[in-house]
């Protein structure tokens, strides 16, 4: 019970008149936080609309940047539209070069460089933007994350000890920072890449040790798995795991291909059912995506599913492509790509397409148009059956009539070859997070291969009769469809 009810309508009137007077900076401050915290709530579009009005109706406010800012973090992760995010970064080194936003805007500038490079130059942009942040804003809170997101491009381009030296860097002098358990996962990451599997999983374990509580955690306690699997006795050990088992009735039947996405929901293109069909880590199936004529999955540099048909490629839920040629002759109508086998979409955003009918690879840009085949004009003619990419960015493919996987970086230039020798009727291939590759041979069964294409390990038991299409999960545990048995076996 109110024992002043006078007093508190005192107190109200008093403080109506307070608020009114909030300074334009006060309002847009707190607009901005408003913004903020929705975008933590998970309502981004609320949260864009605060920083709208912050731009626009407070242009004279010291909130205008970091506004400017929260929008082109909205555009680039939210819209996926590169152009748009770039502007507004820009506007913020250029306008407002002086600001505590400045250094995040440099650093995002990297990072859309760093999304779309192919090339060693573009790479060296990305370096650049980087760098400016730790240079012109040495005390600001987006250094790590800048020399952070400076290691990922020296992996990016394959220089593995320099970004485990960086990586270490961000650890050890900014232990606090937000950046630092992901540098510390990246040293293992390195270290593995550079074969050292050992001291790989001591970093990885450290991740452990002193950020139990990051996102970081679980994929350190995942690659330390998978490296023991491969590296942690004489020789790499793989058995059946008898507790596995799928219940699909008809999605297990004429299966083409597997994968398993970031979420561990494992994939299943069935030529029976006309369907991609989704299984969660207990076995439950979820909505299939459907498919005329399924022939491949693979997945997108962000980890979503794409599921190549005959005629179309489907990426995600809902965007469904469809793809043409150039006329051959003037005056002729496009030629229609409706003999697919395989496809990808590259971490530069291309679509590579096999087409049976051309005997060839074929790349498109984000929108679709055509841009030439895969890897170059002198390509020679191949009918690839498995096209995926790894998380290093090499695009492996597998010719199937050739028994040979090929492996090559986004501008064409052939990295490495594995086969024909060793293989007799090669059907899918996977790679792992250290780039060792996995392929299924259906007289064999699954011939695992280091980065430098040696034979390392043969996976095979008496339940696999003939393996028809593989994937691996988070642990580097092999799980494969054998055709005769029509069930899919999973080897940890």
Partial sequence: MLRHPLLLLALVALALPAA????????????????????????????????????????????VGQALLEIGRYRMEVEGDAEKARAAFETVTKQYARSDAAPGAYHNLGLLTLQRATTAAEIDDALAQFARVETLYPRSPWVPRSLQASALAHRRAGRYAEAADLNRR?????????????????????????????????EFQQVRNRFPQSPWAQPALERTTALYRLFGGAKPAFAPDASFSLAGGDALKDVRALAVDPGGTLWVASDKTRSAVPFDASGKMGPSLTAEEPRALSLTPAGDLVLAARSAVRLGRKDVRAFTTPPEKPGAMPKPVDKILAAAV?????????????????????????LGVFPGRDAAKRKVTRIVVDGEGGIVTLDRDEKTVRVWDETGRLLRTVGPAGFQRPADVAVDAFR???????????????????????????????????????????????DRAQRVLRYR
Avoid: C, H, W
Avoid at 188 to 196: E, K, S, T
């Fill in 20 to 63: 009114a007077q909030e300074t334009p900076d006060e309002q847009a401050r707190r607009l901005l936080e408003d913004g903020r915290a929705y975008r933590a709530q998970g309502k981004p579009k609320q949260a864009l609309d605060n920083f709208d009005i912050v731009v626009t109706s407070f242009p004279n406010t010291d909130s």
């Fill in 170 to 202: 961000v650890s050890l002098e900014y232990p606090a920072s937000d950046a630092a358990a992901a540098a510390q996962y990246e040293i293992g990451q390195a270290l593995a890449l550079q074969g050292q599997p050992r001291l790989a999983m001591e």
């Fill in 346 to 370: 590259t971490p530069g955003g291309a679509l590579l397409v096999s087409d049976e009918e051309r005997e060839a690879i074929l790349r498109f840009d984000a929108k679709g148009q055509y």
């Fill in 436 to 482: 060792n590759l996995y392929v299924a041979d259906e007289e064999i069964g699954v011939l695992v291969f280091n980065p430098q294409g040696q034979p390392i390990a043969t996976i095979t038991s008496p339940e696999l009769k003939r393996p028809r299409a593989l994937a691996l999960d988070a642990t580097g545990a092999v799980l494969v469809y054998d």
